[in-house]
């Protein structure tokens, strides 16, 4: 099984940006993804890969962007004019079976990392 490690999170001021890295260790899943949890809300996924295919989730498409570096083994996701309602918890995830239909269902995903926390302050 993959070993995932996000790092790239923090506190931002609204209209800022960030971009988070997923590091992974042996081999990653046919899908990557990103996913985010604020507090009280269920996981829900941000952005997702499967080779050259990407999808976005309404709120973020435009803004976000998921990238993959094969030669570092290293997903990232660029995030642009963040909003405070980008504040959560993100998640990296790779899955080893999955559709371009299934990117953005974390239950498609098996690996998960722990998570860096993003901030936005308006």
């Known amino acids: 099984q993959v070993r995932l490690v996000e790092s790239g999170g923090g506190s931002v001021q609204a209209g800022g940006s960030l971009r988070l890295s997923c590091a992974a260790s042996?081999?990653?899943?046919?899908?990557m993804g990103w996913f985010r949890q604020a507090p009280g809300k269920k996981r829900e996924g941000v952005a997702g890969?499967?080779?050259?295919?990407?999808r976005y989730t309404d709120s973020v498409n435009g803004r976000f962007t998921i990238s993959k570096d094969n030669t570092k083994n290293t997903l990232y996701l660029q995030m642009n004019s963040l909003k405070p309602e980008d504040t959560a918890m993100y998640y990296c995830a790779s899955a080893d079976i999955c559709s371009i239909s299934g990117l953005l269902n974390p239950v498609k995903y098996n690996s998960w990392g722990q998570g860096t926390q993003v901030t936005v302050s308006s």
């Open positions: 042996g081999r990653r899943g046919t899908c």
């Open positions: 890969a499967l080779a050259a295919a990407t």
